[in-house]
């Protein structure tokens, strides 16, 4: 079995497990669209070589279509202090949730996007990826609209690179 049939049964037993849960809470009164806005710590990886890119901001325009499932829209830019990497993307995704509680939620996210990465130590690429991960909500209003979330995402691994990070973000449900 490949990588990409891993990623692929991993994504459909993901949405299986949140279409059949049951779990009853507050948070899908907060609202179906969201904007979120956020701050990532992302690595590149390439051999033997590793390093940090920098600042990498983030935001997301979701939508969510059942109390498990969510559609996302991501865009993002770096912002590195001495200009050795420039990094643009974009990309789709699907989020599988479950409410542990009414004010924690725990997901998972997986889709595509298109990367464009230029770097003086690694060398550039450009290019549609697989890029999946996870997190957790953390709802702190009583209605159920303001949180922060905390991820781990995989944007990109192809031909012994990888791209990969941790995030927080601040989002708003409408």
Do not use: C
Not at 63 to 80: D, M, Q, S, Y
Request: overall charge positive.
């Amino acid at each position: 079995m490949n990588f990409k049939t891993i990623k692929f049964s991993f994504a459909l037993i993901l949405i299986a497990f949140s279409i059949g849960s049951k779990a009853q809470s507050s948070i899908d009164d907060g609202g179906k669209i969201y904007l979120q806005a956020g701050y990532s710590a992302l690595n590149i990886s390439y051999g033997k070589y590793s390093y940090n890119i920098g600042s990498t901001y983030t935001g997301y325009l979701g939508v969510n279509v059942h109390k498990n499932i969510g559609f996302e829209i991501l865009g993002a830019t770096t912002n590195t202090a001495d200009y050795s990497t420039t990094l643009n993307f974009d990309g789709i995704f699907i989020k599988p949730k479950i409410a542990v509680n009414d004010f924690v939620e725990f997901f998972g996210r997986v889709g595509v996007n298109e990367l464009n990465l230029k770097t003086s130590y690694a060398g550039s690429y450009t290019g549609s990826y697989v890029a999946y991960g996870a997190g957790v909500n953390f709802y702190f209003t009583d209605d159920k609209k303001q949180y922060i979330q905390i991820d781990y995402m995989n944007w990109a691994h192809n031909n012994g690179y990888s791209l990969s990070g941790g995030g927080l973000s601040y989002g708003f449900r409408f």
